[in-house]
């Protein structure tokens, strides 16, 4: 993932944009090279006491001065040109705006605003919004970029607001009133869209709604003056204002209304409820819960992929083990009712929106800025519990195909579940298709997965049809 | 016009915006405390602006302007 590396630090790919500092990752630590503007603005904080504010209310990642002399000048000389760093909580895994749900963009939004309005106490502010620089730590936004700290003359204008919008009150509003999705909206554009492709999607009258008004409507027709006018608008941005009370207004204005098109939003299943999509009744459905837990303390994972996870019953399971999980579906309302969840009852687990049948390119600069899932993928375990069904008939994949997606997921273990032809969904999946999947049986699956898994344990899950194996990589 | 506006960075319609409502505030605050040294001739009473009053004042460079003359 990472280049440019030297002795024993390797640069972060995605962190080259800003000139005032980067990021580095040394023997497992995350390191931060900031220039002097930005470790006088960071002394400055600490010593007004803003900096422990920040952290107390967790606004940003866990951050701490480098200040032992020998690792300081040791630093120094592997990256020339700068002389102060930062030390960073390391996170993982990162994800990234297009796999999350909506909830999980709203707060990711929300927590960019309370950072800001916090900062302007303080006299600085962001000077980018990017959603990039948020990331979720057990369901929990923090903010990860600190050198997008700055002191800027005025602080009655936000000069990162039309960014911010770009990356979260366009994709919000898209996403409530006009079916966008995320994936679509970020991966066609790794920056967002621009202001006037926007405005194109709302009609000529939704275009002077409040919704659209504010901030869609009136800043693509001053766009559009602006780039008529002639003029060097710089002048302006730099006449020094000390009073932020406008910004403030502004931000809280837009606080409370991305706040609300993220809690009126009504996922699916939470009226028809999930359990309907689902083939077991209560009883087999414990058993099947025993056999998961049992087979998980066997392997004892640290990290789990719980593919396909639903609203995230056995991810919530795989944490009782002590594991940190990434929860990953291909379906948005599955992943914010799991994310909803996830704020009443805080776990080590991590919702993703992933698709599997195209699961998130790489993107940005020279493909390196954003790495793909895979690329970011790090686990011993795999939990597949019924998935099979769906990759074989949906996803039109063989049985070795799906053998060798798994084995390239897991560093180590993968807990499968084998449906057969016979059982309810998979003859719900068939339902209008020709049925090209009459040879598949407990025995031929196994055969297959064989050749690249160990079988350590096999158990028919009592009370339904279904089998449930824990597979361990064989070593070449 | 599209490639015309490849030029302009993309945040500059929501900077003009929030030079117009920051404008508005101060403008808007500064007929505020008006109104209130007005009915002060009337009751007698001076009526101090309050610190976020005074700070809104600040923002604005027009009614600023406006009051030294």
Redesign the interface.
């Known amino acids: 993932m990472a280049h440019e590396s030297t002795a024993s630090s390797e640069r972060i790919a995605g962190s080259f944009r800003d000139p005032s500092g980067y990021v580095f990752k040394r023997n497992g630590t995350i390191f931060r090279a900031i220039d002097s503007d930005c470790q006088r603005l960071m002394v400055e904080l600490r010593n007004g006491g803003w900096l422990r504010q920040l952290l107390e209310k967790k606004l940003i990642v866990g951050t701490q001065f480098v200040e032992d002399a020998n690792l300081r000048s040791e630093l120094a000389r592997e990256h020339p040109g700068y002389e102060n760093f930062l030390r960073h909580e390391l996170i993982a895994p990162i994800s990234y705006p297009y796999e999350w749900s909506v909830s999980m963009l709203a707060d990711a939004a929300i927590h960019t605003l309370d950072l800001q309005l916090k900062l302007l106490e303080a006299g600085v502010s962001l000077k980018d919004a990017t959603a990039y620089n948020i990331q979720f730590v057990n369901g929990r936004p923090t903010f990860i970029d600190i050198s997008s700290f700055e002191r800027p003359a005025r602080l009655d204008v936000w000069f990162a607001l039309g960014q911010f919008a770009q990356m979260f009150t366009f994709p919000l509003l898209l996403f409530r009133h006009h079916g966008w999705d995320f994936r679509s909206y970020f991966l066609g554009n790794i920056n967002g869209r621009d202001v006037e492709q926007v405005a194109r999607s709302f009609g000529p009258l939704e275009r002077w709604l409040p919704r659209a008004l504010f901030d869609v409507t009136l800043p693509a027709i001053f766009q559009r003056k602006a780039n008529a006018q002639t003029g060097d608008g710089r002048a302006t941005l730099e006449k020094p204002n000390k009073n932020s009370s406008a910004q403030v207004m502004n931000l809280q204005r837009l606080r409370g209304k991305l706040r609300k098109l993220a809690t009126t939003y009504k996922p699916r299943g939470v009226w028809s409820d999930y359990t309907s999509t689902c083939s077991y009744d209560s009883e087999a459905e414990k058993a099947k819960k025993l056999l998961v837990k049992e087979f998980l303390e066997l392997a004892k994972p640290s990290r789990v992929l719980d593919m396909g996870c639903n609203t995230g019953d056995y991810s919530f399971l795989a944490t009782e083990t002590g594991a940190s999980v990434i929860a990953a579906d291909g379906d948005q309302s599955a992943i914010e009712i799991l994310y909803r969840r996830l704020q009443a009852r805080p776990a080590a687990i991590s919702p993703m929106v992933i698709d599997l049948s195209t699961p998130s390119p790489a993107i940005g600069h020279r493909n390196l800025e954003r790495p793909s899932f895979f690329e970011r993928l790090d686990v011993d375990c795999v939990l597949a519990l019924a998935l099979i069904h769906h990759l074989h008939v949906s996803g039109n994949l063989s049985i070795p195909a799906i053998r060798d997606l798994f084995f390239d997921m897991t560093r180590d273990y993968l807990v499968l579940e084998f449906v057969p032809t016979d059982d309810v969904m998979f003859k719900k999946l068939l339902q209008f298709r020709a049925n090209l999947f009459g040879s598949l049986t407990l025995d031929s699956c196994r055969k297959v997965l064989a050749e690249k898994f160990d079988v350590v344990r096999e158990a028919p899950i009592p009370g339904s049809p279904r089998t449930l194996w824990l597979l361990r990589k064989k070593r070449k | 016009m ?1 490639l ?2 490849g ?13 117009i ?2 404008g508005i ?2 403008v808007l605050v500064f007929f505020r405390n008006l109104w209130w040294k007005f009915l002060g001739i009337f009751t007698g009473r001076k009526t101090e602006p309050t610190p ?1 009053d005074a ?2 004042k ?4 027009k009614p600023e302007e406006l009051a030294k003359k």
């Open positions: 599209h015309l506006l030029y302009i960075d993309p945040g500059s319609g929501m900077i003009v915006l929030q030079l409502v920051a505030i101060g976020v700070d809104v600040a923002a604005s460079p």
